[in-house]
C-alpha cells in the first residue's frame, strides 16, 4: 500500500470509528511529514492532507487546552474534518 493510500485509509479509519484520534493523528503526521512521495498526491490532496497534518499536530484530549480556539483542536474536530477533506476531493465521505 502507498503511502498516499495509508492515508486515505487512515481517514476512512478515523470516520468510521475503528481508529483512535490520537493513534489517528500521531500516524498521519508521521506519514505525511516524513514518508509521504509529495510528487504522488493531487493539488488538493497536497492541500487537504497539509490542513489535516497541522490540525493534527495539535490534538489534544485536555479540555483545559481546547478552550483556546484555533490553538489545539477535539476529536470531534478531527472527525469533521476528515468528513470535509472526503467530500473536497472525492465528492463524497462514503468509506470504500
Avoid: H
Avoid at 21 to 42: A, G, H, M, Q, W
Avoid at 44 to 53: H, T, V
Avoid at 64 to 74: A, E, N, Q, T
Amino acid at each position: 500500500m502507498s503511502e498516499r493510500d495509508r492515508l486515505w485509509d487512515l481517514i476512512n479509519c478515523l470516520i468510521n470509528g475503528t481508529y483512535s484520534p490520537k493513534n489517528f493523528c500521531e500516524e498521519f503526521t508521521r506519514i505525511y511529514e516524513e514518508e509521504v512521495d509529495y510528487s504522488y498526491l493531487s493539488y488538493e490532496e497536497k492541500q487537504n492532507f497539509a490542513e489535516m497534518s497541522e490540525m493534527a499536530s495539535r490534538y489534544s484530549e485536555d479540555n483545559s487546552k481546547l478552550r483556546f480556539i484555533d490553538k489545539y483542536f477535539s476529536a470531534t474536530d478531527m472527525i469533521e474534518n476528515a468528513k470535509e477533506i472526503k467530500l473536497r476531493t472525492l465528492g463524497t465521505v462514503e468509506i470504500f
